[in-house]
């Protein structure tokens, strides 16, 4: 029985790690339809890219500095317990390399492609697993100190804090020392619109980010005899939510309403596997507005030229879930309990702090000595033909 359980619980979350692993194609294609036509290469081969570094970082580095668990042994002892840890590495890598893939969105179109994957290196290596460590293994004693002042542990089921607010966070530094793309913001105070290259592969995107989202939320379980339904149905109807009240505020515009369903499952992480489902719903919905209020007011009021508007849509309703947590988890609200509000805005706050420092420190530092931004001709010719020397549809095929 004991080797059975092994065995399921394996499979179970290697299949969680595959569903989130196909989600990256989701964040590949979401901004190959968001950026212009001209950027469209680079936004594919970029998501590609960051994740095999990740991987080979969060193997060799990130992991330990989370779990204190290195793979510097013998294949014989990975091998044990049909390999449960390594596949464990697996799925959490595939949340560690969603940190870059949402910074991709936010710099998109402007940005030097080896200096990012420099800071893909260090956030996926140091910065991500520093954080996740105290979230999620115990490190320096913060929970625990968390639970003394306030009753509860930090809680965050599946990351809205952990991954989405700080990949969130950490983007809206990089973005803001980048500056805006080219002619986007005028002296005449006119902004250039720079609309979407092609809105059903950005629907595409949108889908594949959705359904893989079940496996980020309920294979967070990690073990077969935790799964829950209920965290489930609570990210379906986190979903709708969103897409619904994007629908309605984003007036129809097809780029709101692909993104709504994002928007909720970014807020439900956390708080999942303790809402009721009219909870999530009404989480999912708030997630909704904050997206289309906050993507208008940073795009057109603050002049911030966040691509694919991540820091509103994964730092503010990634910090928006981490709070929710501790009201709809509460039993009053029609949840299972075991949170605390005042836990919840410790533990947000932190994650968010700690993305912002992290950020302003590899970025800056970047910018300082390599340079983030591609030229100005590179900028104008785009990022396919300057730094791929190919376009996603060439005009004309070469003869010989």
């Known amino acids: 029985m004991e080797a059975l359980k092994q065995g399921a619980d394996a499979l179970f979350i290697l299949l ?9 194609a989701g964040f590949a294609f979401l901004e190959l339809g968001t950026v212009r036509k001209k950027n469209q290469v680079n936004a594919l081969v970029k998501i590609l890219v960051d994740f095999s570094v990740s991987t080979v970082v969060y193997f060799v580095v990130g992991y330990a500095v989370a779990y204190g668990t290195g793979f510097f042994v013998g294949a014989e002892q990975l091998a044990a317990k049909n390999g449960y840890e390594l596949v464990k590495f697996f799925f959490l890598l595939t949340f560690a390399a969603a940190i870059p893939a949402i910074i991709s969105g936010g710099i998109a179109e402007r940005a030097k492609f080896w200096p990012q994957l420099l800071a893909t290196a260090v956030i996926v290596g140091v910065i991500y697993p520093f954080f996740e460590g105290i979230a999620w293994n115990q490190h320096f004693g913060v929970q625990a100190w968390i639970k003394a002042a306030t009753g509860e542990e930090f809680h965050d089921f599946a990351g809205s804090v952990v991954v989405h607010a700080v990949g969130g966070w950490i983007a809206l530094p990089a973005v803001i020392l980048l500056g805006a793309r080219s002619n986007r913001y005028r002296k005449d105070g006119a902004i250039s619109a720079h609309p979407p290259s092609n809105i059903p592969f950005l629907a ?14 309920v294979m967070s379980a990690q073990t077969l005899d935790k799964i829950s339904g209920l965290v489930a149905v609570n990210s379906l109807m986190a979903m709708v939510g969103g897409t619904l009240v994007a629908l309605v505020l984003g007036k129809n515009d097809p780029g709101f309403v692909h ?7 970014v807020a439900v992480c956390a708080g999942s596997d303790l809402m009721h489902p009219l909870g999530a719903l009404v989480v999912g919905a708030v997630a909704g507005a904050l997206f289309v209020v906050m993507f208008t007011l940073t795009q057109n009021k603050w002049k911030i030229d966040d691509v694919l508007g991540v820091w509103p849509l994964h730092g503010l309703c990634g910090a928006w879930g981490g709070i929710a947590a501790g009201l709809f988890g509460l039993k009053a609200l029609g949840g299972i309990g075991g949170v605390s509000l005042g836990a919840q805005l410790i533990g947000t706050a932190m994650g968010v702090g700690w993305a912002l ?4 420190v590899v970025y800056g530092t970047l910018k300082a ?3 983030l931004r591609l030229s100005q001709e590179e900028e104008f010719d785009g990022a396919d033909l300057s730094i791929h020397k190919i376009s ?3 005009d004309r095929e070469v003869s010989w």
């Open 16 to 24: 969680g790690g595959i569903m989130v692993l196909a989600m990256h």
């Open 392 to 394: 996603a549809t060439p």
């Open 369 to 371: 000595s390599l340079g």
């Open 357 to 360: 420092l992290g950020s302003f």
């Open 204 to 217: 595409l995107g949108a889908w594949i980010l959705t359904v893989g989202w079940f496996g980020f939320n």
């Open 259 to 265: 993104n709504g369903p994002l928007a909720g499952l």
